[in-house]
């Protein structure tokens, strides 16, 4: 029997900003019926989470929200489950941070824009995807610019310019890319495009605007930090690690305390005294900064940070000591799991299990920047990293992103077709259309020949 099929399907138009873009929201819609009609999901499995007024608070597409939904989603996944998770909206790319240098070798982290810019970055995404099982099958769907990399496959099945000239590709994309640096639209094949994605300084000018701050690319990761707390990411959590701040602005390890923090808003919970999550997430945030350590230790006194993140991890897990593809049956619980990997790394433990697991270091890992498993994941991005994917505003219709339109326009023709053949069909829907954009199959030889989706 297979398992089940669920999907969180996102969309940012940024209202009132800038930034704006018009398609993003009825890409979920577009992406909605296409699960439905020609993949077998059933509409209740499917999590819509749009900025344009159609949905409540807890799923407008916030950097918090975004995470809260895909952590539950792969969290609570099994075996032979179906996964999809699709993004419509800006990317961008951040410097770095120093700790990052020998992992990205452009010296930038690709991120994904939620509508508040409470950016989510490469290394969140591949710690939220860790906690899949094998045997689960997730595809994830960038529709935007700086998409590439985001699972950090080594294997990519389809990559480069449509007709493999490369100079060409590049003369072909330079208006495309002034336009992207000036924010302007251009017209391709008759109809406005407008570019998905937002360079670093028109990040930092929507924070300042969101925050009331002063920001510049250079504090972007504090007024994340800072202002966002504990519904931050990853960058967020480096600061805090790094300051030695917490979001109320203390000093002397608080940061570390914000980090549990963190964790515990992840699963809609915070530290406490009235037991539960709380009090154990309070008790790590102790025996972080030097007090006692939660009473399920069994790691003596010599574990450290890692030792502390392994008994909260044995004390949320009914005793158990996580397993490097920790995806429990615990609900709320095994969420923990992709946050615990980013604490324990930047506390120095390595891999999400902690330095004294062992099974630190497996494919599995939860390590930031580290690389999952070639088998866990199949992505789909929106173009090359040189290159802009479009936001196409047809006269008299729908507005829409020219990938998430391709997709479906071949689905339409061969709903059985491979991820190969929906890529490569793509391809030749945006060159027939006149897009430049070329998007890219970053997975396994073996599942680039796997039917789509399911």
Excluded: W
């Amino acid at each position: 029997m297979g398992g089940a099929k669920k999907a969180v399907l996102i969309g940012c138009n940024y209202p009132g900003t800038k930034a704006s873009l018009e398609g993003c929201c009825n890409d979920v819609d577009i992406m909605s019926e296409v699960l439905q009609r020609y993949k077998g999901f059933d509409e209740s499995d499917i999590l819509v989470l749009k900025d344009d007024g159609s949905c409540s608070d807890e799923f407008i597409p916030t950097g918090a929200n975004i995470r809260k939904a895909l952590t539950k989603l792969c969290s609570e996944a099994e075996e032979d489950d179906i996964l999809f998770i699709h993004f419509s909206g800006h990317g961008t790319q951040v410097p770095a941070d120093d700790d990052d240098d020998d992992e990205e070798e452009d010296k930038k982290d690709e991120a994904i824009c939620p509508t508040d810019m409470s950016l989510i970055v490469d290394d969140d995404l591949r710690a939220i995807v860790a906690a899949i099982p094998d045997g689960c099958r997730l595809t994830l769907v960038t529709d935007c610019c700086h998409s590439g990399s985001m699972l950090d496959h080594s294997e990519v099945a389809i990559e480069g310019s449509k007709d493999g000239n490369d100079t060409s590709s590049l003369l072909q994309e330079s208006a495309s890319l002034m336009a992207m640096l000036t924010g302007g639209t251009r017209e391709v094949g008759g109809v406005d495009v407008k570019n998905r994605a937002l360079p670093i300084t028109d990040v930092a000018s929507l924070l300042g605007q969101i925050t009331g701050r002063s920001v510049q690319p250079g504090n972007i990761r504090s007024t994340l930090g800072e202002f966002f707390g504990g519904d931050a990411g990853r960058l967020a959590l480096q600061y805090f690690l790094k300051s030695g701040k917490g979001s109320s602005g203390m000093s002397g390890g608080s940061g570390l305390a914000a980090m549990a923090g963190m964790m515990a808003s992840s699963q809609g919970d915070r530290p406490s005294s009235s037991g539960g999550k709380g009090q154990a997430l309070a008790g790590l945030a102790s025996s972080l900064l030097g007090g006692k350590k939660p009473q399920s230790s069994s790691h003596g006194s010599s574990g450290g940070g890692s030792a502390a993140l392994l008994d909260l991890a044995g004390s949320l897990l009914g005793g158990k000591k996580p397993q490097s593809s920790s995806h429990g049956s615990g609900g709320g619980s095994s969420g923990l799991t992709a946050a615990m990997g980013m604490m324990s790394m930047l506390s120095g433990g390595g891999s999400g299990g902690g330095g004294n697991s062992s099974h630190a270091s497996q494919s599995t890992s939860h390590s930031l920047g580290g690389r999952i498993s070639e088998d866990k994941g199949v992505l789909i991005t929106g173009c090359q990293a040189h290159e802009t994917s479009a936001d196409v505003r047809p006269p008299g219709g729908k507005a829409f992103g020219a990938l998430t339109n391709s997709i479906n326009t071949v689905l339409k023709t061969n709903p059985d077709a491979s991820y190969y053949d929906v890529v490569s069909g793509a391809r030749t829907v945006l060159s027939q259309a006149q897009h430049s954009q070329n998007p890219c199959l970053e997975c396994s030889e073996k599942n680039s020949r796997l039917p789509f989706i399911c």
